[in-house]
Nanobody, 118 residues
Framework: QVKVVESGGGLVQPGGSLRLSCAAS????????MKWFRQAPGKERELVAS????????NYADSVKGRFTIIRDNVKNTVYLQMNSLKPEDTAVYFC???????????WGQGTQVTVSS
């Protein structure tokens, strides 16, 4: 059974930092690319960052480049999203996604809320 579980969200002041974690199980983690999405109220879901199965290549939305970093630990079966210099517009529910671990269909976590406010 595939499980993808996010943690680490919370309330942070503008300019602050948070690190989201995503623990995955039920598949061979080092064979699967991983992604972070986010969705703010009333807005479209947005792809924030992605990382290849080996971690040798990453991609970011323009809105987070230079501030967010996606990394993975293939020993701990965990992917992280380090978020620095947070802005109020980063407020959203953040979702971790395992990209088609069995060839068909992505697996999504339940999401973790990030709120950036003073």
């Amino acid at each position: 059974q595939v499980k993808v579980v996010e943690s680490g969200g919370g309330l942070v002041q503008p300019g602050g930092s948070l690190r989201l974690s995503c623990a995955a199980s039920g598949f061979t983690f080092n064979r699967v690319a991983m992604k972070w999405f986010r969705q703010a109220p009333g807005k479209e879901r947005e792809l924030v960052a992605s990382i290849t199965r080996t971690g040798d290549s990453t991609n970011y939305a323009d809105s987070v480049k230079g501030r967010f970093t996606i990394i993975r630990d293939n020993v701990k079966n965990t992917v992280y999203l380090q978020m620095n210099s947070l802005k109020p517009e980063d407020t959203a529910v953040y979702f971790c996604v395992a990209v088609a671990p069995y060839g068909v269909g992505d697996y999504w976590g339940q999401g973790t809320q990030v709120t950036v406010s003073s």
